[in-house]
């Protein structure tokens, strides 16, 4: 009998692949799910993004294939955008590469920099693809710990004891997901020195400094960062583009060759209409900005604190990014307890932390891309069914 390929037994689906399916399935029922799991942002991009998107999609000449490493275009308002926001010089024709995606990004730089039976050093909690990928790609997983009670921050001195002589890559990931903690310029500082002790590459996933910050950190801002770390960058949640698939790599030179002799074999360059409309995005304006990503979450936010103490959750108030992490009360025995009464008893679908790792068990996450009439909806039904 034909049988899948082995590493499929190191992973299962997503979770939120898996968990949607039933969402719908409910929904087809009549039950009117308000989803507050995902992280896939409810608005739409600045009004000169879709004019340009359009203006290029009409031209007959738009079409066809495009440089894998993108256009001159996008790569100089990629590395504008590092200047504007983060204080980062960056060559536009050799230290930026765009990606569909960081999830894609994760592909590629596994590929760059690892060899099966590496070991890749991965945050617990953390986002969950940091560890499938790197299975499917035959690298073990080296787990370090973020608590509460570090401020979600890695512990060097756990690190420092663990034995690193066969790890490669190091996943970071600041402002942080799923637990909101801050970007430190002193985690950054401790990270490039760590990183270049142990010959370590250490990548910092970067999507969410703009959202509920008027701080934007970049890993980039230390002296020497460049030569061991990378950086992604997401337009995903920064510029209301998710289902754009635009996103970057930032680096030094050589790594970003390594990075693109990868992406070069495995996919080609983005439709040019997406590439220039990008490009046009990355020029708006800091109101535009404090707008969509401080002012609309802000509002969304409140209401999500009100969940969190409807559902007697404790949670940081100084907390970033558009999720808002709470743990549970000590009477709950299982996390999943609560967010299934929360599905099935008001008809709300939250996200267990224990997707994110074993230091995620004990807390729940609340997203706020929702409307705020949604939200302030979700918040009635628990108050009555919990």
């Known amino acids: 009998m034909i049988q899948p390929a082995e590493r499929l037994s190191l992973v299962s689906e997503y979770y939120f692949s898996r968990k949607l399916k039933e969402v719908a399935r409910m929904n087809a029922e009549g039950k009117d799910i308000i989803s507050l799991a995902i992280g896939s942002p409810d608005m739409p991009p600045s009004e000169q993004t879709v004019e340009k998107l359009c203006e290029v999609a009409r031209r007959p000449d738009s079409h066809g294939y495009q440089p894998t490493m993108g256009t001159p275009e996008l790569r100089q308002a990629m590395a504008g955008f590092y200047k504007r926001f983060y204080g980062v010089d960056l060559d536009p024709a050799k230290e930026v590469l765009p990606l569909i995606g960081s999830k894609e990004g994760i592909l590629h730089v596994t590929l760059a920099f690892v060899n099966p039976g590496d070991k890749v050093l991965v945050p617990n909690p953390g986002y969950p693809t940091y560890t499938s990928l790197s299975k499917i790609l035959g690298a073990d997983i080296v787990n370090y710990n973020l608590r509460e009670d570090n401020g979600w921050q890695p512990d060097f ?4 004891k663990m034995d690193l002589s066969a790890v490669k890559l190091m996943w970071t990931n600041y402002p942080n997901m799923p637990t909101g ?11 490039v020195a760590f990183a270049k002790a142990h010959d ?13 910050s008027e701080e934007h950190l970049s890993i980039l801002q230390v002296p020497g960062a460049k030569d061991c770390c990378i950086e992604f960058n997401s337009m995903s949640k920064s510029h209301n583009m998710p289902g754009w698939r635009v996103g970057l790599c930032a680096t030094n030179a050589e790594f970003i ?3 693109l002799k990868v992406q070069s074999n495995i996919e080609s360059g983005t439709f040019r209409g997406i590439q220039l409309a990008a490009a046009e995005a990355y020029n708006n304006s800091d109101d535009w900005h404090r707008m969509a990503n401080i002012e609309t979450y802000s509002r969304r936010r409140q209401y999500a604190e009100q ?5 007697g959750c404790t949670y940081d108030p100084q907390q970033v ?3 808002l992490w709470g743990r549970i009360p000590n009477s709950i025995a299982n996390v999943e307890d609560l967010t299934e009464r929360v599905l099935h008893q008001a008809r709300v679908f939250i996200t267990p932390g224990f997707i994110f790792g074993s230091n995620g068990e004990r807390y729940i996450r609340i997203s706020l891309c929702a409307k705020e009439g949604k939200m302030k909806e979700a918040l009635e039904r628990i108050k009555q069914a919990i």
Request: proline share 3%.
């Open 181 to 191: 903690g801050r970007a430190r310029r002193e985690t950054y500082e401790r990270l």
């Open 200 to 212: 370590i590459v250490v990548v910092n996933d970067n999507p969410y400094s703009f959202i509920l």
């Open 257 to 259: 060759s390594w990075i």
């Open 321 to 323: 990014g558009m999720f």
């Open 307 to 311: 969940i969190m103490d409807a559902l």
């Open 157 to 160: 001195d756990e690190l420092e």
